[in-house]
């Protein structure tokens, strides 16, 4: 293999086919190597080795693993596949919980990294509809951001901001283009924009969603396990109806210090940010405060 190998680790694995057949696996998972490029994943056993060009990648997952052989894995990712004969095929692989979230990262910056959108950005600005063009541009993806790299200004969005994500058939004068609808906060103003995104293959279309998705709800995951003091709620929401112009000591009802360690406990938790004299919501404290809002208002 000529290629930059981008990833190699050890694992088992489990090759499948659409309708639950088993790829000639036997029914089990195979102790195994994984090597990835920037073109192909291959595994390799002792029985053979399976490639899977990227090009014919058509989903991702993380966890979810088939019926037959779920009692056979942990800390999986799925891989959905066309093979040659056009017929949807996965390979189920694990490693260990790291190595395969790292492995996703990468995977996912390989098959999406240079692919070709339409962008219309900002498709709206609130509920105001903008005359904004249609434009081609690059894709790049980086942890949990979004960029599209345009001839004009480029632009991009954490996923930490993503309020929404939807699917539609229409960018600019076309309505037979399957395009993301993507809501997100501005990073400098702060307002709700929406853009459309037209990767030039639906298959990318897909695996852009998926990437979203995943990346959303593990964002949502951690902010599920975050744990809130009656105080520490009352922060929340009263940093999000003043804008931070808020005298904490009078609403606590308690002694600057006390006051101090409540702010600087919320402040850990990665909920509010301090620039100079304001006090904002990080995204995790907006998701908290949008998501589980009757559970602050207890």
């Given amino acids: 293999m000529n290629e930059d190998i981008v990833a190699d680790f050890t694992g088992h694995f489990f090759l ?9 696996s036997g029914g089990k998972p195979v102790n195994g190597r994984i090597i990835m490029t920037k073109r192909r994943v291959v595994l390799a056993s002792s029985d053979g080795k399976e490639t899977i060009p990227l090009s014919r990648v058509v989903d991702v997952n993380v966890g979810s693993v088939p019926n037959h052989v779920k009692q056979f894995f942990n800390d999986t990712v799925t891989i959905g596949y066309r093979d040659e004969e056009g ?31 339409a962008v219309k950005h900002p498709a709206r600005v609130g509920g105001r509809v903008k005359d904004t063009p249609v434009v081609p541009g690059k894709l790049r993806i980086k942890n949990r951001r979004i ?18 994500i939807d699917r539609g058939n229409k960018i600019g004068e076309s309505d037979d283009r399957v395009t993301l609808v993507v809501k997100h906060i501005d990073d400098d103003s702060g307002l709700t924009k929406t853009s459309l995104i037209a990767p030039s293959k639906s298959q990318y279309v897909n695996l852009l969603a998926r990437f979203l998705r995943l990346e959303f709800d ?8 975050i744990d809130l003091s009656d105080p520490e709620k009352r922060v929340l929401v009263s940093v999000h109806a003043t804008g931070g112009d808020i005298d904490f000591t009078n609403m606590l009802d308690g002694d600057p210090a ?11 938790k990665d909920l509010i940010v301090e620039s100079g004299d304001e006090i904002s919501l990080t995204p995790k404290g907006r998701i908290i405060v949008s998501e589980r809002i009757e559970d602050v208002n207890a």
């Fill in 87 to 117: 017929s949807t095929r996965s390979a189920v692989i694990e490693s260990e919980g790291e190595i395969a979230e790292k492995f996703v990262a990468i995977l996912f910056r390989c098959l999406l990294n240079g692919r070709k959108v």
């Fill in 147 to 164: 960029e599209v790299q345009t001839k004009g200004e480029n632009f991009s969005f954490d996923v930490e901001r993503v309020m929404s």
């Fill in 16 to 24: 499948g086919q659409s309708g639950g057949g088993d790829g000639g």
């Fill in 258 to 268: 006390y006051v101090t360690n409540v702010l600087n406990s919320v402040r850990n």
């Fill in 218 to 225: 593990e964002l949502r995951e951690e902010v599920d396990d």
